[in-house]
């Protein structure tokens, strides 16, 4: 047998189309021609209500019988719908085999008003779940600003305040400023018990300060002139022991860091 030509697998599509269109055509005269009206029959209060109710049965959720779901589940096993369209719900399945359009146009009803139920109680959830998560949110932040920060938690924009015995920084020392420095937060680093700046910088030195970060003010090296004492006395806060480590809060106040 020879090959179909271009000219005729063109033509043959050309039939097709138009005859698919004339089917169409055919089962639209067959449709009512007068426009459907829908006439309440309840207040949509009502009909919320009945679909939010609990039932024994599956069918009783689709408002259908129980002759009509079990039609459903044959043709849910039997039916070309079954393959054609696998998540067809049961009330789009049996419109497909009602015998009159008044059957599925209840149908359709059915479905339309399960879509609204649907639809408002998405629609209530959602806003009911903003309310509450902005509630949680709220507190969840109150928790964070009152918690002990510390090395873990701080951040690059964090402004610190580190406070240091005068003397060599040994290793307890050193590891410290370099997990400080490693934030990358601004740091005021205040010596305690310095007589004067040689002994400041010679702690700056032990204990490994950048030069760098000192010439950009990323870190900057203070005589403590009483600030430790006025802190860590400040209100109901414990009195830690040096080195210690705060964390400036955006109201002014001070936060002590766990290290």
Same mark, same amino acid.
């Not at 459907?36 to 109710?53: A, F």
């Not at 209840?106 to 639809?119: H, K, N």
């Given at each position: =047998? ?8 063109v033509m043959a599509s ?5 005859? =698919? ?34 039932? +024994? ?35 789009? =399945? ?101 007589n004067d700046d040689q ?6 030195? +032990? ?53």
């Amino acid at each position: =047998m020879r090959p179909l030509s271009v000219k005729r697998c063109v033509m043959a599509s050309i039939i097709s189309a138009g005859a =698919m269109l004339y089917a169409v055509a055919v089962s639209a005269q067959l449709l009512p021609q007068t426009p459907i009206v829908y006439t309440p029959t309840t207040t949509t209060e009502s009909l919320l209500s009945r679909y939010s109710q609990m039932h +024994s049965k599956p069918n009783a959720y689709w408002q259908l019988t129980d002759e009509e779901w079990a039609k459903y589940q044959a043709l849910k096993e039997k039916s070309p719908w079954s393959v054609w369209e696998s998540h067809a719900t049961p009330l789009s =399945m049996l419109a497909y085999y009602a015998p009159s359009i008044e059957e599925k146009r209840r149908y359709a009803r059915i479905e339309a008003e399960l879509d609204v139920w649907r639809q408002f109680s998405v629609t209530e959830f959602q806003l009911l779940y903003d309310k509450e998560r902005k509630i949680v949110q709220e507190r969840y932040v109150e928790y964070m600003e009152k918690r002990m920060p510390t090395l873990g938690t701080l951040r690059p924009y964090d402004k610190l305040r580190l406070f240091v015995e005068a003397g060599e920084c040994n290793t307890h020392c050193r590891s410290l400023v370099s997990r400080v420095l490693k934030t990358q937060a601004k740091v005021d680093v205040f010596v305690v018990g310095a007589n004067d700046d040689q002994v400041i910088f010679k702690w700056a030195e +032990s204990a490994g300060i950048p030069v760098e970060r000192v010439k950009t003010k990323e870190v900057t090296l203070n005589h403590d002139n009483g600030l430790f004492k006025i802190i860590s006395t400040n209100g109901v806060m414990t009195v830690p022991k040096l080195p210690a480590l705060f964390k400036q809060t955006a109201g002014g106040g001070n936060q002590v860091v766990a290290i």
